[in-house]
């Protein structure tokens, strides 16, 4: 990208970092520990899970097609919320008439505002996906050269991700009014969170821990002859 377009969003960056230090101590630490907790939660839990489950017979092909199956969702996940992040960057955002208002070619527009859309994308997975990558490294044996390995694996499936959504909603810019594309976008990834929300509930992950009183290895078998159908890898 060039130096403007770097500026553009080194300022952005910047700003959300002052109003960050403006904030009070009390709502800061409230907010760090509200993202904080999700990943702390998906981590622990699926860590036990998984040192357990390497105990088992078939624990360690268990525990790779829950990983592929936990991201197959995080990837329609992070398609659907990338979705409306899109439509925002890409055509209601407030600072695109200063950008199309510079010498610029098309290109280096867009790849400012895949950046941008990446980067949400990144928040998300950080939240959701990568605790169960985490966990699954620490469970088998942490090793620096693997951690590295996921990481850049984890980027590349960002932008990939990313990518796509934005040639859908590029797509439907050009057939479609894009506010109403993007509150549909919108309504789609709610329905998407309760039917995740609602799985998870008849899944019960208590009964894949072998170390909950809620242990059923009938549920193992089944979890693992419907991820081996399912699997994203």
């Given at each position: 990208?060039?130096?403007?377009?770097?500026?553009?969003?080194?300022?952005?960056?910047?700003?959300?970092?002052?109003?960050?230090?403006?904030?009070?101590?009390?709502?800061?630490?409230?907010?760090?520990?509200?993202?904080?907790?999700?990943?702390?939660?998906?981590?622990?839990?699926t860590f036990n899970m998984f040192k357990m489950w390497l105990y088992l017979p078939q624990g360690s092909e268990l525990m790779f097609h829950f990983?592929?199956?936990?991201?197959?969702?995080?990837?329609?996940?992070?398609?659907?919320?990338?979705?409306?992040?899109?439509?925002?960057?890409?055509?209601?955002?407030?600072?695109?008439?200063?950008?199309?208002?510079?010498?610029?070619?098309?290109?280096?527009?867009?790849?400012?505002?895949?950046?941008?859309?990446?980067?949400?994308?990144?928040?998300?997975?950080?939240?959701?996906?990568?605790?169960?990558?985490?966990?699954?490294?620490?469970?088998?044996?942490?090793?620096?050269?693997?951690?590295?390995?996921?990481?850049?694996?984890?980027?590349?499936?960002?932008?990939?991700?990313?990518?796509?959504?934005?040639?859908?909603?590029?797509?439907?810019?050009?057939?479609?009014?894009?506010?109403?594309?993007?509150?549909?976008?919108?309504?789609?990834?709610?329905?998407?969170?309760?039917?995740?929300?609602?799985?998870?509930?008849?899944?019960?992950?208590?009964?894949?821990?072998?170390?909950?009183?809620?242990?059923?290895?009938?549920?193992?078998?089944?979890?693992?002859?419907?991820?081996?159908?399912?699997?994203?890898?």
């Amino acid at each position: 990208m060039p130096p403007v377009l770097i500026k553009n969003l080194v300022r952005i960056y910047t700003a959300t970092f002052r109003n960050w230090r403006s904030a009070k101590k009390s709502k800061i630490l409230a907010a760090v520990i509200g993202l904080l907790f999700l990943p702390s939660m998906i981590m622990v839990q699926t860590f036990n899970m998984f040192k357990m489950w390497l105990y088992l017979p078939q624990g360690s092909e268990l525990m790779f097609h829950f990983v592929s199956a936990s991201m197959l969702g995080v990837m329609f996940l992070l398609f659907l919320t990338g979705l409306p992040v899109a439509m925002h960057h890409f055509f209601l955002a407030k600072d695109l008439p200063m950008l199309l208002s510079f010498p610029l070619q098309a290109r280096q527009v867009y790849s400012q505002k895949f950046f941008e859309t990446a980067m949400s994308n990144l928040g998300m997975f950080v939240l959701l996906g990568f605790p169960v990558l985490l966990s699954m490294i620490l469970a088998i044996q942490f090793n620096f050269l693997l951690l590295i390995v996921v990481i850049l694996a984890s980027i590349l499936f960002i932008c990939i991700i990313s990518g796509i959504s934005i040639l859908v909603s590029l797509l439907c810019a050009r057939f479609f009014s894009i506010k109403k594309v993007r509150r549909y976008a919108t309504l789609v990834l709610g329905l998407f969170i309760v039917l995740a929300w609602a799985s998870f509930q008849f899944i019960r992950m208590s009964r894949l821990d072998p170390a909950s009183i809620d242990f059923d290895p009938a549920a193992i078998e089944n979890f693992s002859n419907l991820a081996a159908g399912s699997s994203f890898f």
